[in-house]
C-alpha cells in the first residue's frame, strides 16, 4: 500500500499538482560539500552533515519536492543486490529511522553506519545521522521544495576580505577553473580586488580556502 501511495504522490507531482507545504521551507544541497541546509525563505535555519551518492551511483541534480515520508521504513534492496529479503525498521535497516522520498526511489534518509557521513558511498540518496534525519522529519512538510546543486567553488565575505572555498570535485565534472571562478567573483568585482590568482588542484581531495580578494576601500587606505 505504502509502496502505491509513494507512486501516486510521485505522478502528481510530475503532473504538475501542488503539494500541500505547511511552510516556506525549502532544502538546499550541494553535494561536494556534504551539507544539507534548511531555509526559510532566504534564512538559514539549521545545517546538516549528509553522505551522497558515489560517483557510480551518483546522487541526481536539480529542482525536486518531498512527495512521501515515512517513519521507520523498511528497505528493498535494488536491482545491485541477491538478496531481495526485506529489512524491517531496526539496527541491520540502512535507512535508519525516517524516509523523505524526493525523487523515484532517491529519498533522504537516516542509516546504521553514522562512519558513512560527509563520503560520497551512498548509492545516490542522501544519508543523516538518525537524530538529525528525525529533527528535520519534523520540520518538513509535503511539498518541501528540495533544490540539490554541484558546486564546486563557494565566495564568502568576511570582514578582512573576500575568501574562496574549494571542494574536492568527487564526480569529476572538472568545475573548479580560472573560467568557473570569474563567473562566481564577477558579482563581487566592483567592490573588490584580486590579490592572486587562485590554483586549482586536478585531484584535490580536502577541502581548500583561503583569501584571494580585498575591498578596494580597504586597498586604498593600506588596511
Same mark, same amino acid.
Given at each position: 500500500?505504502?509502496? =502505491?501511495?509513494?507512486?501516486?504522490?510521485?505522478?502528481?507531482?510530475?503532473?504538475?499538482?501542488?503539494?500541500?507545504?505547511?511552510?516556506?521551507?525549502?532544502?538546499?544541497?550541494?553535494?561536494?560539500?556534504?551539507?544539507?541546509?534548511?531555509?526559510?525563505?532566504?534564512?538559514?535555519?539549521?545545517?546538516?552533515?549528509?553522505?551522497?551518492?558515489?560517483?557510480?551511483?551518483?546522487?541526481?541534480?536539480?529542482?525536486?519536492?518531498?512527495?512521501?515520508?515515512?517513519?521507520?521504513?523498511? =528497505?528493498?534492496?535494488?536491482?545491485?543486490?541477491?538478496?531481495?529479503?526485506?529489512?524491517?525498521?531496526?539496527?541491520?535497516?540502512?535507512?535508519?529511522?525516517? =524516509?523523505?522520498?524526493?525523487?523515484?526511489?532517491?529519498?533522504?534518509?537516516?542509516?546504521?553506519?553514522?562512519?558513512?557521513?560527509?563520503?560520497?558511498?551512498?548509492?545516490?540518496?542522501?544519508?543523516?545521522?538518525?537524530?538529525?534525519?528525525?529533527?528535520?522529519?519534523?520540520?518538513?512538510?509535503?511539498?518541501?521544495?528540495?533544490?540539490?546543486?554541484?558546486?564546486?567553488?563557494?565566495?564568502?565575505?568576511?570582514?578582512?576580505?573576500?575568501?574562496?572555498?574549494?571542494?574536492?570535485?568527487?564526480?569529476?565534472?572538472?568545475?573548479?577553473? =580560472?573560467?568557473?571562478?570569474?563567473?562566481?567573483?564577477?558579482?563581487?568585482?566592483?567592490?573588490?580586488?584580486?590579490?592572486?590568482?587562485?590554483?586549482?588542484?586536478?585531484?584535490?581531495?580536502?577541502?581548500?580556502?583561503?583569501?584571494?580578494?580585498?575591498?578596494?576601500?580597504?586597498?586604498?587606505?593600506?588596511?
Amino acid at each position: 500500500m505504502k509502496k =502505491w501511495l509513494s507512486l501516486l504522490l510521485f505522478l502528481l507531482m510530475l503532473a504538475g499538482v501542488a503539494l500541500p507545504a505547511e511552510a516556506a521551507y525549502e532544502l538546499r544541497l550541494n553535494v561536494p560539500e556534504y551539507k544539507l541546509r534548511l531555509f526559510d525563505g532566504s534564512r538559514l535555519l539549521k545545517e546538516y552533515s549528509v553522505a551522497v551518492g558515489t560517483p557510480y551511483e551518483q546522487t541526481p541534480v536539480g529542482q525536486f519536492s518531498v512527495f512521501y515520508k515515512e517513519k521507520y521504513p523498511t =528497505w528493498h534492496p535494488g536491482s545491485g543486490f541477491v538478496d531481495k529479503t526485506p529489512v524491517p525498521p531496526g539496527p541491520a535497516n540502512p535507512l535508519g529511522t525516517r =524516509w523523505m522520498e524526493f525523487s523515484r526511489s532517491y529519498g533522504i534518509h537516516g542509516t546504521n553506519k553514522d562512519w558513512s557521513i560527509e563520503y560520497p558511498v551512498s548509492g545516490g540518496c542522501v544519508r543523516m545521522y538518525n537524530r538529525d534525519v528525525e529533527e528535520l522529519f519534523e520540520k518538513i512538510s509535503l511539498g518541501t521544495l528540495v533544490l540539490v546543486t554541484y558546486e564546486t567553488m563557494s565566495l564568502t565575505e568576511k570582514a578582512d576580505g573576500l575568501y574562496l572555498t574549494i571542494f574536492p570535485d568527487i564526480y569529476e565534472k572538472r568545475s573548479s577553473t =580560472w573560467r568557473a571562478f570569474l563567473a562566481l567573483y564577477q558579482p563581487y568585482a566592483g567592490e573588490y580586488v584580486l590579490l592572486r590568482k587562485p590554483e586549482f588542484a586536478a585531484a584535490q581531495e580536502t577541502v581548500w580556502s583561503g583569501k584571494v580578494a580585498v575591498r578596494k576601500q580597504a586597498l586604498r587606505m593600506g588596511l
